[in-house]
């Protein structure tokens, strides 16, 4: 089982910046199955990008994804108000798996 | 437009069983993966497991002792036992639709394990 780690636990950013958000995996997930979530106080998680770069349904075109094999990055290139939340990697391999969350927080 | 919606007991005693059912609309329960997702509070996720039509299942491997899932296709319905439950078994409890990818979640339940 790939145990994913999040990193940094806490990211403070201010309105408007870039904020870069790492999740990096034990064993080698392939890009189909890395997928990413956020998450708003008292809310489901929200899809935000499936095969580990594409955005789904809705999903405003400031949130990317990249990576590949066991690095993989979520990136909000213009922070908006309603961006703060928890953001979760997930993968899908022999099972499946999600990491522990960063929280984007106002600075 | 697809909708999950959970339901169940907001309160299991320990050592008893926790039970959920996800009722399905706007789509087929025969289309798709269904999976059962669970959030402590102030936790992370866990998956606990998926279920496909045909009643193949997959759980994690942590929780699989204790867990099964089915299927009601004539309700459009899937559902979640967990046996011998205890306090940290506590959680919000999500079914939500795919895979590898969960493109659709319900609002989740509240299940608190208590006496």
């Known amino acids: 089982e790939s145990v994913l780690t999040q990193s940094p636990g806490t990211l403070s950013v201010s309105p408007g910046e870039r904020a870069t958000l790492s999740c990096r995996a034990s064993?080698?997930?392939?890009?189909?199955?890395l997928a990413w979530y956020q998450q708003k106080p008292g809310q489901a998680p929200r899809l935000l990008i499936y095969?580990?770069?594409r955005r789904a349904t809705g999903i405003p075109d400031r949130f990317s994804g990249s990576g590949s094999g066991t690095d993989f990055t979520l990136t909000i290139s213009r922070l908006e108000p309603e961006d703060f939340a928890v953001y979760y990697c997930?993968?899908?391999?022999?099972?499946?798996?999600f990491g522990g969350g960063t929280k984007v927080e106002l600075k | 437009q697809v909708q999950l919606q959970e339901s169940g007991p907001g309160l299991v005693k320990p050592s008893e069983t926790l039970s959920l059912i996800c009722n399905v609309t706007?789509?087929?329960?025969?289309?798709?993966?269904w999976s059962w997702i669970r959030q402590p509070p102030g936790k992370g996720l866990e998956w606990i497991g998926y279920i496909y039509y045909s009643g193949t299942t997959k759980y994690n491997p942590s929780l699989k002792s204790r867990v099964t899932m089915s299927v009601d296709m004539s309700k459009n319905q899937f559902s979640l036992t967990v046996n011998s439950v205890t306090a940290a078994d506590t959680a919000i409890y999500y079914c939500?639709?795919?895979?590898?990818?969960?493109?659709?979640w319900g609002q989740g339940t509240l299940v608190t394990v208590s006496s």
């Open positions: 064993q080698s997930v392939a890009t189909a199955y």
């Open positions: 095969g580990a770069s």
């Open positions: 706007g789509d087929s329960i025969r289309s798709n993966y």
């Open positions: 939500a639709k795919d895979l590898p990818a969960f493109e659709v």
């Open positions: 997930q993968q899908y391999g022999s099972s499946l798996t």
